[in-house]
Antibody, heavy 116, light 108 residues
Framework: EVQLVESGGGLVQPGGSLRLSCAAS????????MSWVRQTPGKGLEWVSA????????YYADSVKGRLTISRDNPKNTLYLQMSSLRDEDTAVYYC?????????WGKGTTVTVSS | EIVLTQSPGTLSLSPGERATLSCRAS???????LAWYQQKPGQAPRLLVY???SRATGIPDRFSGSGSEPDFTLTISRLEPEDFAVYYC?????????FGQGTKVEIK
């Protein structure tokens, strides 16, 4: 069964850091680009970042560029999102998703709350 | 940045009825790079259609996508009880990829 499981969310103060992980199973992880998409009640769904299958290519939304870093460990079948200099507006459910342009598999999501 | 506008915001229908959901892009992007997703409360989105009209794996044929930029349509031919949910369109031909604000299909 193809599965993505996120972890690492939680409560963090503004300016703080957090690392999200996404464990993949059921498919050849290294063959696919992977993405992070976030969702808030106010702004809806927002693409955050993507990484190529090899990890050599990384892409970011302007709203997170310079603060969030996407990476992957292919032998461990794991995707990461290192989050730093967090802001209130980064509060969201973060989904790990398989694909670069559109997403055919999604994880259940992990909640990040940025608040003092 | 391209803006996707979905209409209507809410669609109130009965099981067995036909649902027609619209998604309009604020500007053209060369190619029908549009996807549709279904999301139920407490769940992640689920891919229904990509490339404007190609059904994703395992999606029932009552779901169909059509249209070309800037106007796209998702049609559910006969609503089943499990189809009542929120539907999002996503354009992936421009940069950055962008999502619509969603259409809620509710039971009348």
């Amino acid at each position: 069964e193809v599965q993505l499981v996120e972890s690492g969310g939680g409560l963090v103060q503004p300016g703080g850091s957090l690392r999200l992980s996404c464990a993949a199973s059921g498919f050849t992880f290294s063959s696919y680009a992977m993405s992070w998409v976030r969702q808030t009640p106010g702004k809806g769904l927002e693409w955050v970042s993507a990484v190529s299958g090899s990890g050599a290519g990384t892409y970011y939304a302007d709203s997170v560029k310079g603060r969030l870093t996407i990476s992957r460990d292919n032998p461990k079948n794991t995707l990461y999102l290192q989050m730093s200099s967090l802001r209130d507006e980064d509060t969201a459910v973060y989904y790990c998703a398989k694909g670069y342009r559109y997403y055919d598999v999604w994880g259940k999501g992990t909640t990040v709350t940025v608040s003092s | 940045e391209i803006v996707l506008t979905q209409s209507p915001g809410t669609l109130s229908l009965s099981p067995g009825e036909r649902a027609t959901l619209s998604c309009r892009a604020s500007q053209n992007v060369s190619g029908n790079y549009l996807a549709w997703y279904q999301q139920k409360p407490g769940q992640a989105p689920r891919l229904l259609v990509y490339g404007a009209s190609s059904r994703a794996t395992g999606i029932p044929d009552r779901f169909s996508g059509s249209g070309s930029e800037p106007d796209f349509t998702l049609t559910i031919s006969r609503l089943e009880p499990e189809d009542f949910a929120v539907y999002y369109c996503q354009l992936y031909g421009g940069s950055p990829w962008t999502f619509g604000q969603g259409t809620k299909v509710e039971i009348k």
